[in-house]
C-alpha cells in the first residue's frame, strides 16, 4: 500500500478489538450506506443506528445485510433499547434483535431513568444472546455523575458481560465526557484512563477536535465513535499522522 513508504503506525487488522471506528447512521439511504462502504468500508468496524431511527426506517433489513456482507457489524442505538423498556417489553427487544439478525447490542439508560443494577442484569441475559455493548453516562445536560461513579459502572459493566463500554457524548459531543462547549472534560478521561483498560472503552468523539485529542493522547488504536459517515477517511488520516492535529504525534 501507499502507506508503507511513510512508515506510518501500524494499525490493527479487521476483524480487531481496539482501533475501532463506530459510525453513526441517522437515517442513511440504501446508495449512501453502499457509497460509504465503497469508499472507507475497510475502517469502519462498527455502524450504529442512531437512537431508535431503526423502526422508522423502510430499508434497515437491507441496510444490516450491506453492512454484515462487507465485514461491518451493525446495532440498534441504545436510546432504542430504553424504548423497549419503558413499556415493560425487554423479551420483545430480544426478540426483535433475533428477527434481524443482530450480532451486537447496545445497553443504556442516558434517557431513562434505571437502577444500575437492573442494567447489569440487563447486560448480563442479553450477553448470553449476542455481544453487548453498553454506554455510561446521561444524555441530559443537567445530569451530573461523580467521577468515581462513571468508573465504578463501567467496572461494574464490563464484569455484567459488555464487552465495550461507551463513554457518552451524544452526537453533539457536548455533554458527558465533553463540557458544553466540546471541550474535553479532562479529570474525567483521566480517571477512566487510569482505572478502566483502554482496550475496553469507546469514546464518543463526533467532531474533530475530540478525535484529534484521544489520538495524541492513546494513539492510532484508540476506540472511537458517533463518527459521521463522510468524516471516516479524515478520522483515519487523523489516526495515522496525516493531517496537522496528528502530524507530529508519529515523526
Known sequence: MLQ??????????????????????KGLSDRELENMVSVSGQYVDLV????????????IEKKIATLKQNGI??????????????????DEFRKLLDTLKLELAEVSDGTLEMQHDKKCEYIAKLSQQVTVISEVGSKQADVFIPNDDWVKMMKSELEAGSWKVIAEAREGGNVGIYNPDHSA???????????????????????KNQQAMFVNLLGANVNLGNIAPNEVIALESLRVGLRGD???KFL
Not at 12 to 18: F, H, L, M, T, V
Not at 48 to 59: E, I, P, Y
Request: charged share 20%; with cysteine; hydrophobic share 40%.
Open 4 to 25: 508503507s513508504s511513510l512508515n506510518l503506525p501500524e494499525r490493527e487488522a479487521k476483524p480487531r478489538n481496539n482501533g475501532l471506528t463506530m459510525v453513526m447512521d
Open 48 to 59: 450504529k443506528f442512531g437512537f431508535g431511527t431503526a423502526m422508522v426506517s423502510s430499508n
Open 73 to 90: 457489524k451493525p446495532y440498534l442505538g441504545g436510546t432504542l433499547f430504553e424504548a423497549f423498556i419503558a413499556r415493560n417489553k425487554f
Open 185 to 207: 472534560n479532562s479529570e474525567l478521561i483521566e480517571q477512566i484512563m487510569c482505572n478502566i483498560s483502554i482496550d475496553d472503552v469507546l469514546w464518543e468523539a463526533p467532531i
Open 246 to 248: 496528528t502530524f507530529f
